[in-house]
């Protein structure tokens, strides 16, 4: 089965996941949105790349932060957006996931911007365009169940080069519930890929997936043995409906033994960069004063954020 | 009384109901409309026909699905489209509806597209501004309780006139709950005045309105004779709320003797064509072969629906 | 502590309160607004002062009717507006208010228009901006908890000069529940800088704020004495959640001792004006004979109101 979010030439057709994109691919949309960076500093924030095209947010999950990212980086390029909160609307009707598609494809869209409580929404909704040869129309996965949230993973990679420049030198540390995170693992492939060496997660065995041992991946219980010597600690957000659960402790538990301190964050080398996707939990994973401290990047995630799905965006639009 | 649709000169000033339209009016409007299909084949899906016009979606009852289409047709005619989801708003402050119309015609609004539980509420509107002379400003139902939905029965007689070039030589059958439906009746409206000499309505008795005998509509309770011979099958969804009721059997009691199979689609001519107005619910009054089948045109409607709406908005902005 | 309010050449940073701002900064604000009056007249009501600007309106607390003033406004300033009903977003994932701000600035924002239940959450952020040396983002207030609601003072303001010429002559009534109201704080405030002699509250003992009589406002609770010879009536809205409640009577009661009849008006000047922010409590607060009748200028205030907010935007967006 060929790779749904290529084309024939090899171009990225849709953006679905980082596993299974090769390394120029990744490259040339992190090289694309550092010339997007500086559109969001000019007086006029606004290119003519997507001029007349029609974007729909499908957001079957809630996410004003995510949808937000999406909805502003869309208009940068001047496209005309529709946000679309499907738990109101059709499909509370009945009618099935592929209708709703199809019948936005009818309304011309150019692009679909997906976000699914259920892993594998977006391939399905791809696979589909694909199969009805509707060349012209482009998903990006805004973060689909457990399973990718590749954006995300994008973000991450581009703030990383920013700070570090090589990647096949580091030691990278992914912290707390990487078990039930899409972040982590679209993280992980895209390391993989752009040869970070030094993979490690740290958190309760309850909450590591053993599998990854298999990729590589060194996996820690103890958070200050995990943390020494790392280039970056990219913190997890702690679910809150799964605190007090039967895999997490409380948050006070999890906070001493994976919550990032300035003392722990000590044992990482000391010019190691702090990441984390949002919102955070202050006094849960993350200490305060490392959140605002000087080796947080976590603002700087976020303004590579809009220029990564700027790139990500006007690259599908051209392809 | 005067027809509050019409302005002095007999052009359309507000788009209320299909009955009492005249011939020429939906011939204007149906060929406005296939020059605006190929605008959103375009590069850039946009004409300037709109631009500083502030349209204003009042949906007083939730649909995501119509109002996404006449939002995507305003931004395609440039328009600013602010969408107001009343339920939330000032009404639940114990606002009138006229005080609501009356503020956002202070703020400079020249459309309402407005969709309301309640039949009339839109010619309310509109008589409202009409007595005012608020000329400038219009008013599009975009669907009133049991009442009227002109943009669909638009788009649907521009799907007939597409696939069938003449309506004069036709039979077309309405399939399901026309009772309670406004599409039906905004078809009927449109197909009597563009000269359709053969019009059935089919469903069960409890479903179908006795008086529509009198204008010449033929009624069947048996789905097998009403389709024969027909050139058009219009499927009515059927309302998930009133299954079960007292005027519905079960779903798999309805798809029993009213559900399109290709089985009784055979009974209606070789080239007919089906149509539905969305979203379906397979397997209750359609079967998905057929819905997927190469005589169905319902993505096609929702195509022609955004060019017809495209239609409407300029039309009036322009009179 | 200095302004937050203003930078330090004495211009408008960001819009909070108007208490504390002086009388050239208003009267600035006036003029800007009167030369946007025509703007929502034209063909094409748009300029472009803030083109490729990100407007975020932040709003914590719902009001569809506010919010949509402001997106009008920003829209005919063609800025791009991204709504953010707060209340179904991060924060409910437990991210603080500075968290979510600090992220909006990470993406580039221009302007945060704020809406909050709590009094003091816009100077909250502002400060926090200010704090940070982000001088180039800014702040309206649209509104926090009891405090102020600015642009509605400014629009006021607008209306009475408009109707009036000149405020050093003036008799202003504001009538209703003064002790809840941030229309009537910010009213008060305006015409204090901007000279008006003569301010009358008029309301129930348990709905007028004692602290008033020591700034020179004249208190009654009579409602036919307060009104003898005003040449401004401000009917205040009756919050519905509040009647029937301890501090105030039935509506009936409401209505028979402060509800605005054409009797009472006639009390006032001949040719005083009658203002409501609304929405509306007809027959509450005010007759319907009054509402419509033709010393109500309750309509001019909502046109004035996008000109006011236009000003104050394009006037931040420049300084």
């Known amino acids: 089965m060929p790779n749904p979010q290529l084309n024939s030439n090899g171009e990225l057709r849709h953006l679905l996941a980082l596993n299974g994109l090769p390394k120029d691919i990744l490259t040339y949309i992190l090289d694309t949105a550092s010339s997007f960076v500086s559109v969001s500093d000019r007086e006029v924030k ?13 957001f079957f999950e809630n996410s004003t932060r995510t949808r937000t990212t999406f909805e502003i980086a869309a208009k940068r390029l001047s496209a005309d957006v529709i946000n679309l909160n499907i738990a109101a609307s059709s499909t509370s009707k009945g009618e099935s996931l592929l ?4 019948n936005l494809t009818a309304m011309s869209a150019d692009m679909f911007v997906v976000r699914h409580a259920q892993s594998g929404a977006p391939f399905l909704i791809a696979r589909h365009l694909n199969r009805h040869g509707l060349d012209h129309i482009h998903v990006v996965n805004a973060g689909d169940g457990r399973h990718a949230h590749p954006t995300q993973g ?10 570090k420049k090589d990647f096949t030198n580091l030691k990278v540390a992914i912290v707390g519930d990487v078990l039930h995170s899409r972040v982590a693992r679209s993280d992980i492939h895209a390391m993989k890929t752009l040869g970070v060496p030094e993979i490690r997660v740290i958190g309760p065995t309850t909450l590591l997936a053993p599998a990854m041992k298999d ?6 219980n103890n958070m200050n ?9 990219i ?16 948050a006070q538990e999890f906070f001493k033994s994976y919550g990032l301190t300035p003392e722990r964050l000590a ?8 990441m984390h996707p949002g919102p955070m ?8 004063s490392v959140a605002d401290g000087k080796q947080a990047v976590i603002l700087s995630q976020v303004t590579y954020g809009i220029a990564v799905r700027m790139a990500v965006m006007s690259i599908l639009a051209g392809n």
């Open 267 to 274: 044992l990482a080398k000391p010019d190691a960069i702090v």
């Open 225 to 233: 043995e995990g943390l020494k010597d790392v280039d970056v600690v």
């Open 99 to 102: 209708d709703t598609v199809d």
């Open 235 to 250: 913190m997890l957000r702690v679910q809150n409906e799964r605190i007090n659960g039967a895999l997490l402790p409380s």
């Open 215 to 220: 990729m590589g991946i060194r996996m820690f």
């Open 154 to 163: 994008l973000l991450d990679m581009y703030t990383i080069r920013h700070y």
């Open 281 to 288: 939990n202050r006094g849960v994973e993350i200490d305060s």
């Open 46 to 58: 606004k290119v003519p790349l997507m001029r007349g095209k029609s974007v729909f947010n499908l």
